[in-house]
């Protein structure tokens, strides 16, 4: 079946600009998350929904950084007045989550590459 | 605070050899831990998970060995190929949100 898809793949974008990106996880996948991944800094949790609710955004950097999930599908990851440190790759990752039981495999996406100039 | 080491950083093997990748953590309370793989330029793909309760998994050449009590996770590759050439990132699995902290990985070439 279908995996984890991202779009967009790669994005640059100038300093100040806002930027918005997107994910949709594996059909029937009830949680999502987004990762970032920076050179240097390995891979760092920014941000898991259950359902359209977040209840852990501890990992986002700012209050630049904000995510939304509607109708339990579609998650996007929005950075306002982008920072040259914004640019890393950012990760999308679902799980099926069955019954609250925190033993599934999270799928990830290919990412979205994003360079801020 | 979880962190997760891998050492080394990278790695290089002839083609044939049986090899062993280290990931050490330092809160054993985990639900469980996941072995990716990530070719350059992709995504993350999982390779082995094994739950906190289990000492491990086995898929293929690969087998991956949990020991929780001592914050350690092994991942052996029996008869390395080239094809194997990649950075295989650990990963555990801590607290409510689910989180998963990853190490930086290792980045393991196989010379034909």
């Known amino acids: 079946g279908a995996g984890v898809s991202q779009s967009p793949s790669n994005k640059v974008t100038e300093k100040g600009k806002d930027v918005e990106l997107r994910c949709d996880p594996i059909?029937?996948?009830?949680?999502l998350y987004w990762y970032r991944q920076s050179l240097g800094q390995g891979l760092e949790f920014l941000i898991y929904?259950?359902?359209?609710?977040?209840?852990?955004k501890s990992g986002l950097p700012s209050d630049r950084f904000s995510a939304e999930r509607t109708g339990g599908s579609v998650s996007t990851l929005t950075i306002q007045r982008t920072q040259q440190e914004d640019s890393a790759v950012y990760l999308c990752?679902?799980?099926?989550?069955?019954?609250?039981?925190?033993?599934?495999?999270?799928?990830f996406g290919p990412g979205t590459r994003l360079t801020v100039l | 605070k979880q962190e997760v080491t891998q050492i080394p950083a990278a790695l290089s093997v002839p083609e044939g050899e049986n090899l062993v990748l280290n990931c050490s953590f330092t809160?054993?309370?985990?639900?469980?831990l996941q072995w990716f793989r990530q070719d350059p330029g992709k995504g993350l793909t999982s390779l082995l998970l094994?739950?906190?309760?289990?000492r491990e998994q086995t898929s293929g050449r690969l087998n991956a060995s949990l020991d929780k009590s001592s914050g350690r996770s092994t991942l052996y590759i029996a008869a390395s190929q080239p094809g194997d050439s990649a950075t295989y990132l650990c990963?555990?699995?801590?607290?409510?949100?689910?989180?998963?902290?990853f190490g930086k990985g290792i980045t393991l070439s196989v010379r034909p």
């Open positions: 094994i739950q906190s309760s289990q």
């Open positions: 929904f259950q359902g359209n609710s977040a209840p852990d």
């Open positions: 990963a555990v699995l801590t607290g409510a949100n689910s989180k998963l902290t």
């Open positions: 990752a679902s799980s099926l989550q069955s019954g609250g039981v925190y033993t599934d495999t999270q799928y």
């Open positions: 059909s029937g996948h009830t949680a």
């Open positions: 809160d054993s309370a985990i639900y469980n």
